[in-house]
Nanobody, 127 residues
Framework: QVQLVESGGGLVQAGDSLRLSCTASGRTFRTYVMAWFRQAPGKEREFVAAISWSGGNTYFPGSVKGRFTISRDNAKSTVYLQMNSLKPEDTAVYYC????????????????????WGQGTQVTVSS
């Protein structure tokens, strides 16, 4: 069992930066693919970023590519989402997710790839 706790959300202005953190419990964090998803009011949850358990492979959708980066610190069992040049449309609840994979460079972009989810942290970007 893996428990995920997100932190770092808040209210910022358009153009600002914010860094989200997600800390996992359990001894096998380093073998989990980690991802961030988000859900805006009235919309479905969408994929934001993922990082392989090797740390060598990342993936972003076009909506955040070039503005967001994802990284992980296996020693701290923590994954980070650095968000720059934030826009009002980035406003959402951001969820951390963890999934197991045999391939060290695998990244999943669908919810089905992830077994464990955090409670979410609110990010609000004002215009």
């Amino acid at each position: 069992q893996v428990q995920l706790v997100e932190s770092g959300g808040g209210l910022v202005q358009a153009g600002d930066s914010l860094r989200l953190s997600c800390t996992a419990s359990g001894r096998t964090f380093r073998t989990y693919v980690m991802a961030w998803f988000r859900q805006a009011p009235g919309k479905e949850r969408e994929f934001v970023a993922a990082i392989s358990w090797s740390g060598g492979n990342t993936y972003f959708p076009g909506s955040v590519k070039g503005r967001f980066t994802i990284s992980r610190d296996n020693a701290k069992s923590t994954v980070y989402l650095q968000m720059n040049s934030l826009k009002p449309e980035d406003t959402a609840v951001y969820y951390c997710a963890a999934g197991s994979a045999l391939d060290s460079d695998y990244v999943g972009i669908t919810e089905a790839s992830y077994e464990y989810w955090g409670q979410g942290t609110q990010v609000t970007v004002s215009s």
